[in-house]
Structure formats: C-alpha cells, structure tokens
C-alpha cells in the first residue's frame, strides 16, 4: 500500500487557518487512510491508502475544506517524490533551513521564473511541480517576489528530508 505525504497549504503559518495536528490525523484517518502520522504543526501529514494520489488529494483538499470552511490546498507526493526533490537540491551551499522547496499543484510553467524580483540575492530553480528557492538571508524578512509560488506551499530542506525519512521509516516497518 502506497505510503503518501501531504502537505497543506496556509496551514498554522502566520496565525492562518490553524488546525490542530490531532485534528489533521482524526480527519485522515475518518477518510479511511491507514498508519496516519502528523509532523509539526505546519500542516505535514504521512499516511498509507490504496487510491491514487490525485483521489487522495481531492479527498483529503475535499474534508479540509468542509472543517475549515476554505480548501487549504493539498499537495501531495510520494517517499521516492521526497527522496529525489531532497537529492536534487541545487544550492549545495546553501544551509538546508535557507533552501525552500515550493510544492506545486501542478507542473509549472516554462517561464515561471521569468518574472522574478529578488532584492536580497534570492535564486529559484524550476524542477516541474517544485521551485527551489534559496534565501541567502533567509525567507522572513525576504521581499522576493515571484508569482509562480502563490498556488503551492514551502517546506525547508531539513523538513523535506526528515518526511521523507519518516516516509521511509514507515515502509520499513511492513
């Protein structure tokens, strides 16, 4: 059985749409998905289903929305998706907390990084449903501005590797 991890946008980040972890496993696991794990409070969750990983999307997108009042957006990927966007980091000298991966609801387009303003030396890179920034200053003060990030949701690279591990974890228990 697959093992998915979803990531939620707008999600207890900035005082918005707060939602209680435990809330996020009770609604999971209420949709039938198995083996539900939450991880910190920024809106992480792995699980196992049998569906596809765009009918675990809807469903899960679908429910949020119905508690919250507003669909938070959802992407989810797979352990292997996690693992690779991880190895594939650019930036290598980039500290792992400074290199955000910007998950995508779908493949983005070519000129995504076209209109791109980055006053403090930002760079972004493409790589089909991700966009690699890094903020050599880091992102809380940073006035980078780049349209193509306002559909998906950010995760750090330590954050990114740490799912995927716990992904991993899960699939060597079976």
Do not use: W
Request: charged share 30%; hydrophobic share 40%.
């Amino acid at each position: 059985m697959p093992i998915y991890i979803a990531l939620l946008r707008a999600v207890n980040v900035g005082g918005t749409a707060s939602l209680p972890m435990a809330e996020l496993k009770a609604i999971c696991e209420d949709l039938g998905f198995r083996d539900v794990k939450t991880y910190i409070q920024s809106g992480n969750v792995l699980f196992r289903s049998d569906e596809k990983e765009t009918a675990v999307e809807e469903k899960l997108d679908a429910a949020l929305g119905q508690k919250m009042g507003k669909r938070p957006a959802v992407m989810v990927r797979t352990r292997k998706e996690l693992e690779a966007i991880a190895a594939k980091a650019p930036f290598p000298d980039a500290k792992p907390n400074f290199l955000l991966v910007y998950f995508l609801p779908e493949k983005a387009a070519d000129d995504a990084l076209d209109k791109i303003v980055a006053p403090d030396g930002e760079e972004a890179k493409l790589a089909g449903r991700e966009i690699y920034v890094h903020y050599p200053n880091g992102s809380g003060r940073s006035k980078l501005k780049l349209p193509a990030l306002k559909a998906g949701t950010s995760r750090n690279l330590n954050t990114v590797r740490k799912l995927a591990e716990m992904a991993a974890d899960m699939e060597d228990k079976d």
